[in-house]
């Protein structure tokens, strides 16, 4: 039966270009059921990287006061692990791309269960430290490949879907790690938090080495010093701005310098490649490019709210930390609602008027928040909070899907990597923003950091809706982007 003329153009979406990047012969997808074991193998690796992330930030005091470590040195058990990830995105995802995806998923999920064993294991702050950095490395290794792998993994007909569904797993899992951590610790001991991880890494590892899609790597060299280069941009640079806003601007000039240094090189050097670890020639795609800034300028208004709000909700509107973790909740919650209708149509619709719709509903709810009175009831919180998580969750999945469809296959590894990179800068972006503010004005500065963050989501918006603008017709396939094909069930 032919497809109406109407449905035709809403298939022909600007950002779905997967048939131009396909080489002819490629599976689309994986056949039922290996499709849903690959998911399943997905899903549970995510789960586990972001739970971490949750579960330690509300363990922390417990942790600290076991271990007989102050405040200020307990917070890198918190740190190791967001910069392991942050500076081995990029690297690993273009690691992906040289070796398959499957091979360097599998690797990091080894690696972060591995690293899991030895938190549990660990008695002092020093090698607790050094187990998160461990544990780190393998959630890159899992962050950096994921898109790439949804990719692989569904039909492209359904691939929002996917990627919407995706999105469900990791806002419920933050939604819920701070009860799996209360819940543990009434139960057990702080060592627990890891040690579970272990035999879900382990199931996690034997359903992935038989359902995860096989992909035939490029076979470039790897490129040791754009990785060293890489890791030493980001690393001094976020470390540089943290010790800034916590130290004075003398503690950490020294630090961004190098990292401003470090990143000069790596343009330099990268600026000239073909398939360059830092995807500079993707961004040159406008799809993409246009993609990245919005997730980056709409994290950053993410974080400010998720930073700022726990303050104001104790510090000003008098609430519990369990009345806080609650009112958190609607957030997360609604997101998982979204993303996954957002998913589906972004199979059939535009991810620039998509992303537009959900960031003008966040950028509403931002404001909303930013409005709210000290003496405001609980649920007239939560509904504003939920109005910025349908908002959010609403824009994640198109334009998520708009990223990685715009990537030729052989570059779908540094596409994720990218995917990655820019929720992380937006967050870190985000979470110095609200500190500066706290910095000026105490916690009351929440509401303007809100008011702030809703100006952020609108310009957001507005360079969502200019996706419009460029040219519907997926672009004709070249021979050099031809690669990563898939070698076998």
């Keep these: 039966m032919p497809t109406p003329p109407a449905a035709a153009d809403r298939l022909l979406a600007e950002e779905d270009e997967t048939d131009a990047h396909s080489p002819p012969g490629m599976p689309d997808g994986l056949p039922v059921p290996r499709r849903y074991w690959s998911v399943v193998a997905i899903w549970l690796a995510m789960a586990m990287s972001v739970l971490d992330g949750a579960i330690a930030n509300v363990a922390l005091p417990t942790i600290a006061g076991e271990l007989h470590a102050s405040p200020a040195a307990s917070i890198w058990i918190v740190n ?174 020294s630090k961004l310098a190098i990292g401003a240094v470090a990143g000069a090189l790596l343009t330099y050097r990268e600026l000239r490649r073909e398939h360059p670890l830092v995807p500079f020639d993707l961004l040159r795609i406008p799809i993409f490019g246009l993609s990245i800034l919005t997730s980056i300028v709409s994290f950053a208004a993410q974080m400010m709210a998720y930073v700022g709000l726990p303050f104001y909700f104790q510090g000003v509107m008098g609430r519990t930390a369990v009345e806080t973790g609650l009112l958190m909740t609607p957030w997360p919650l609604a997101v998982g609602l979204a993303a996954p209708i957002a998913g589906r149509l972004a199979d059939r619709y535009r991810a620039g008027a998509l992303g537009g719709i959900g960031l003008v509903v966040f950028a509403a709810g931002l404001g909303l928040l930013s409005a709210i009175q000290p003496g405001a009831s609980n649920l007239d919180i939560a509904w504003r909070m939920a109005v910025c998580g349908l908002g959010f969750g609403f824009f994640q999945s198109p334009n998520n899907r708009a990223m990685v469809t715009a990537a030729p296959m052989n570059r779908s590894g540094a596409a994720g990597g990218a995917l990655a990179t820019a929720r992380l800068l937006g967050q870190t972006a985000g979470a110095v923003t609200t500190a500066v503010f706290f910095h000026l004005a105490g916690t009351h500065a929440t509401t303007t950091a809100l008011a702030t963050a809703g100006a952020l989501a609108a310009l957001a918006a507005l360079v969502s809706l200019s996706r419009l603008r460029l040219a519907p017709r997926p672009r004709p396939e070249r021979p050099d982007q031809i690669g990563n094909v898939p070698a076998g069930p």
């Design 80 to 253: 190791a692990y967001q910069l392991a990830i942050t500076v081995t995105l990029l690297p690993l995802a273009a690691l992906g791309d040289r070796l398959g995806y499957r091979r360097v998923y599998m690797v990091g999920i080894a690696v972060f269960t591995v690293g899991s064993l030895c938190c549990a294991l660990s008695h002092t702050l020093p090698t607790l430290t050094a187990a998160r950095v461990l544990q780190g490395l393998g959630a890159g290794g899992i962050m950096s490949i994921n898109a790439a792998l949804v990719r692989f993994t569904y039909p492209k007909r359904q691939l929002g879907r996917g990627i919407g569904l995706n999105a469900v797993v990791i806002s419920i899992s933050a939604a819920i790690g701070p009860t799996v951590a209360a819940a543990i610790l009434a139960k057990a001991s702080w060592e627990w938090l890891f040690a579970i991880n272990v035999p879900i890494g382990v199931v996690a590892i034997v359903i992935a080495s038989r359902a995860l899609p096989v992909t035939v790597g490029s076979g470039r060299k790897f490129d040791v010093i754009a990785a060293l280069l890489n890791a030493a941009t980001f690393g001094f640079l976020i470390t540089g701005v943290e010790s800034v806003v916590s130290e004075g601007l003398a503690s950490g000039l």
